[in-house]
């Protein structure tokens, strides 16, 4: 069982840039797909950002993200990252990631953590 937990969001001006780490704790970080998810209003649905193999060898990005965001992992540290360039105001929000067997079946997995703040200023 993995343990999750997002953490490297703040305030940042618009054009700016994040990095957000996902460190988990447990057995078996490398064996997982990671998923980065975000809420960007209280009451909305979380939506997907993007998603990481086990292996790192395949990514995916939503299309609000794609060539701004990039994900990458480092399964000899348990984490995995997204880094969040050309940030603008509509990427404010709390942001999450989680686990699953393959990107596929991120639905499978309804456990969320506390997830991390992003607020981009204009």
């Known amino acids: 069982q993995l343990t999750l937990v997002e953490s490297g969001g703040g305030l940042v001006q618009s054009g700016g840039s994040l990095r957000l780490t996902c460190k988990a704790s447990?057995?078996?970080?490398?064996?997982?797909?990671i998923g980065w998810f975000r809420r960007q209003a209280p009451g909305k649905e979380r939506e997907a950002v993007s998603c990481i193999t086990h292996t790192g060898e395949r990514t995916k990005y939503s299309d609000s993200v794609k060539g701004r965001f990039m994900i990458s992992r480092d399964n000899t540290d348990n984490a995995a990252y997204l880094q969040m360039n050309s940030l603008n105001v509509e990427d404010t929000g709390t942001y999450y990631c989680?686990?699953?067997?393959?990107?596929?079946?991120?639905?499978?997995?309804?456990?969320w953590g506390q997830g991390t703040r992003v607020t981009v200023s204009s």
């Open positions: 447990g057995d078996g970080f490398s064996h997982y797909a």
């Open positions: 989680k686990e699953a067997p393959t990107c596929e079946t991120m639905h499978l997995n309804q456990l």
